[in-house]
């Protein structure tokens, strides 16, 4: 699923000119964030992933939280996308050093 098709279907309607949202903003560092949203003076970091094993989402984690340090941030978020027959949704929190990322499976 292309990222921007998630961000016009359902970010756009909630952010409703309170706000904005950048898709792929590329750092100074020469990397890319999937979604960074402004949203009444509060900065959000979203990672969008398709879920290809544990190890695939280890480094997915490892990556917004690189995303956070480079926005200064303590809280982050990782939207995964699973495809497999028996998935389980699920929502949870992660803690890593200093630094929390709310991870949703869908």
Same mark, same amino acid.
């Given at each position: 699923?292309?990222?921007?098709?998630?961000?016009?279907?359902?970010?756009?309607?909630?952010?409703?000119?309170?706000?904005?949202?950048?898709?792929? =903003?590329?750092?100074?560092?020469?990397t890319r964030t999937d979604v960074i949203v402004d949203?009444?003076?509060?900065?959000?970091?979203?990672?969008?992933?398709?879920?290809?094993?544990? =190890?695939?989402?280890?480094?997915?984690?490892?990556?917004?939280?690189?995303?956070?340090?480079?926005?200064?941030?303590?809280?982050?978020?990782?939207?995964?996308?699973?495809?497999?027959?028996?998935?389980?949704?699920?929502?949870?929190k992660i803690v890593i050093e200093d630094r929390t990322?709310l991870e949703v499976v869908v």
């Open positions: 699923m292309e990222c921007w098709i998630w961000n016009s279907f359902y970010l756009k309607p909630i952010i409703n000119g309170v706000g904005n949202y950048y898709i792929e =903003a590329q750092t100074r560092d020469q949203y009444m003076g509060k900065q959000f970091v979203i990672e969008v992933k398709i879920w290809r094993g544990d =190890a695939y989402n280890r480094r997915g984690e490892k990556q917004l939280t690189e995303y956070l340090d480079y926005y200064h941030l303590n809280y982050g978020y990782l939207l995964s996308f699973n495809f497999n027959k028996n998935k389980k949704v699920e929502m949870k990322i």
